[in-house]
């Protein structure tokens, strides 16, 4: 399955992707902006010749006398964010998916990779705490560190980058999107979402971090993002309505 590039990159994500978001309709139909047909240069005068009546005559400013909010996607761009698409750029896109599914899949991701590092750790003999009689010595090792971000990140970057849906995801019947066109998210960036989710996990503060990272959806709005979405510009979206079609 074809991958989206990296937000920012300029580039459109490949036709043959299955996410990828269809263009708005009017889109490849010309611009407001393009050149005028040819003519003898003259524009019409406006109001038949007359100036526009100013602010508090017939035709109050919009907005309540304010400006209109600037155009662009939650991420700036143009007045269609990036690609062209709404300025929505949930537009388009599956109902995003509940927090509680989330953390439910979240967790059965990290029993899954947990039971591989335990095995891993056990064989190269580096494990966290070690048993001697009635001493228990928890000192730190560095080396199940290293084991356990090395997996919980080439986990989450592979099967992200691959179809946008760890093993948890799937069987919960939800996917990772990029924000701003819905395709499966790039290499660059389900790296990138790997990284800020896992590293603390791994060197510093597992518990903490997990539930400040993930939780962070459960009171983000409007896109229910944890802050490694944040980060890699992605949401996460239910694909019961995706399988029923």
């Not at 069987?171 to 790997?194: K, Y």
């Not at 944890?226 to 510009?233: E, I, M, N, R, T």
């Amino acid at each position: 399955m074809s991958s989206a590039p990296p937000p920012g990159s300029g580039e459109q994500p490949p036709e043959d992707d299955p996410f990828r978001k269809p263009p708005p309709p009017n889109q490849g139909q010309g611009s407001p902006y393009d050149s005028p047909p040819p003519g003898d240069g003259r524009q019409p005068p406006p109001y038949d010749g007359q100036q526009p009546p100013p602010y508090g005559g017939q035709h109050p400013p919009p907005y309540g006398g304010q400006q209109p909010p600037p155009p662009g996607g939650p991420y700036g761009g143009g007045p269609h964010g990036a690609g062209g698409y709404p300025a929505d750029p949930l537009a388009g896109m599956p109902p995003l998916a509940d927090s509680a599914k989330r953390t439910l899949a979240r967790i059965i991701d990290m029993i899954l990779v947990g039971i591989v590092v335990y095995l891993l750790t056990w064989a190269f003999n580096v494990r966290e705490y070690d048993v001697n009689g009635d001493r228990i010595d928890a000192a730190r090792s560095l080396g199940q560190s290293v084991i356990a971000a090395v997996l919980y990140i080439a986990y989450d970057t592979f099967f992200i980058h691959k179809t946008g849906q760890t093993l948890g995801k799937k069987w919960l019947h939800m996917r990772v999107a990029n924000l701003s066109d819905g395709a499966t998210p790039s290499a660059q960036t389900s790296l990138l979402r790997a990284l800020v989710l896992w590293l603390p996990f791994a060197f510093c503060c597992a518990c903490i971090w997990t539930v400040i990272c993930g939780g962070w959806s459960f009171f983000d709005k409007p896109y229910k993002q944890g802050l490694h979405d944040k980060a890699a510009k992605t949401v996460v979206v239910s694909t019961e309505t995706e399988q029923r079609r």
